[in-house]
T-cell receptor, first 115, second 114 residues
Framework: GAVVSQHPSRVICKSGTSVKIECRSLDFQATTMFWYRQFPKQSLMLMATSNEGSKATYEQGVEKDKFLINHASLTLSTLTVTSAHPEDSSFYIC???????????FGEGSWLTVV | GQQLNQSPQSMFIQEGEDVSMNCTSSSIFNTWLWYKQDPGEGPVLLIALYKAGELTSNGRLTAQFGITRKDSFLNISASIPSDVGIYFCAGTVAGGTSYGKLTFGQGTILTVHP
């Protein structure tokens, strides 16, 4: 079946540095991908909608200059957390909507720890 | 924005028992989804509901899309230890290219005692 892969699955970075997380659709094209953040013992919160070839759409309260999203191809979206701080430590999950329909697939998630 | 209220927050049951959880919304959704999430992993889709009143089963799982389009429930029959995890409802009102922007409930933590 369709698979969405995230990389890295776990990353530790120093405060003030930037870290990039990739979201790939492995066997289908995804015009639209979505980025969610999930803090421990909480639900998933939508951060932004990533559209191939255009600017991402951010949810209210999400800083677009801090969370840079690039969707350069139909199979890859990247989330870059810039100038990371400990409060950015979280589980980041992407989902991809198959271009030919309305089916949504989630990635395995990426744990970010900022020290 | 939309809010989903999911209940109960947690359940502790014995193996073999049936489980029921539900979600209510402050506004109408046109799609309801139920996911299961294991620790440290992404959510896995269990059941998708697309029409008001729709009742759909997936093995021991049954879910319904409320007629008012503001609620949904998930039932698990004859629970087994591997049912342990966090269950989330999710809904979307967006259509077209925005389909997939999901609002999630707070989750129900299910513990099954052997």
């Amino acid at each position: 079946g369709a698979v969405v892969s995230q990389h890295p699955s776990r990353v530790i970075c120093k405060s003030g540095t930037s870290v990039k997380i990739e979201c790939r659709s492995l066997d289908f094209q995804a015009t639209t991908m979505f980025w969610y953040r999930q803090f421990p013992k909480q639900s998933l919160m939508l951060m932004a909608t990533s559209n191939e070839g255009s600017k991402a759409t951010y949810e209210q309260g999400v800083e677009k200059d801090k969370f840079l999203i690039n969707h350069a191809s139909l199979t890859l979206s990247t989330l870059t957390v810039t100038s990371a701080h400990p409060e950015d430590s979280s589980f980041y999950i992407c989902s991809a909507r198959i271009s030919s329909g309305n089916t949504i697939y989630f990635g395995e998630g990426s744990w970010l720890t900022v020290v | 924005g939309q809010q989903l209220n999911q209940s109960p927050q947690s359940m502790f049951i014995q193996e073999g028992e049936d489980v029921s959880m539900n979600c209510t919304s402050s506004s109408i959704f046109n799609t309801w989804l139920w996911y299961k999430q294991d620790p440290g992993e992404g959510p896995v889709l269990l059941i998708a509901l697309y029409k008001a009143g729709e009742l759909t089963s997936n093995g021991r799982l049954t879910a319904q899309f409320g007629i008012t389009r503001k609620d949904s429930f998930l039932n698990i029959s004859a629970s087994i230890p591997s049912d342990v995890g966090i269950y989330f409802c999710a809904g979307t009102v967006a259509g077209g290219t925005s389909y997939g922007k999901l609002t999630f409930g707070q989750g129900t933590i299910l513990t099954v005692h052997p």
